[in-house]
Nanobody, 124 residues
Framework: QVQLVESGGGLVQAGGSLRLSCAAS????????VGWFRQAPGKEREFVVA????????RYADSVKGRFTISRDNAKNTVYLQMNSLDPEDTAVYYC?????????????????WGQGTQVTVSS
């Protein structure tokens, strides 16, 4: 069992930056893929980015390429999401998720563990 805890959300002005963290407890990320998803009010949960813990390979949604960066700290068993040039369209609850199968996927149902989410609000 893996418990995921997100932190770092908050209110920021358009053009600003935030860094989200996803810390795992219970087990290490090991061979997992760790992804970030987001869900805005009235919208479906959407894929943002994922990273393979083994290879470090990443995959980004087109909407965040060039603005968001995912990284990992093996020693801290933590994944980070650096978000720059934030836009009001980025406002959502951001969720960290872990897929034990290991392959990078954009499909939320394939992720086995989810955090509770952290709110990101970007004001115009």
């Amino acid at each position: 069992q893996v418990q995921l805890v997100e932190s770092g959300g908050g209110l920021v002005q358009a053009g600003g930056s935030l860094r989200l963290s996803c810390a795992a407890s219970g087990r290490t990320f090991n061979r997992y893929t760790v992804g970030w998803f987001r869900q805005a009010p009235g919208k479906e949960r959407e894929f943002v980015v994922a990273i393979s813990w083994i290879s470090g390979s990443t995959r980004y949604a087109d909407s965040v390429k060039g603005r968001f960066t995912i990284s990992r700290d093996n020693a801290k068993n933590t994944v980070y999401l650096q978000m720059n040039s934030l836009d009001p369209e980025d406002t959502a609850v951001y969720y960290c998720a872990a897929d034990t199968a290991g392959a990078i996927t954009m499909a939320a149902p394939l992720y086995d563990y989810w955090g509770q989410g952290t709110q990101v609000t970007v004001s115009s």
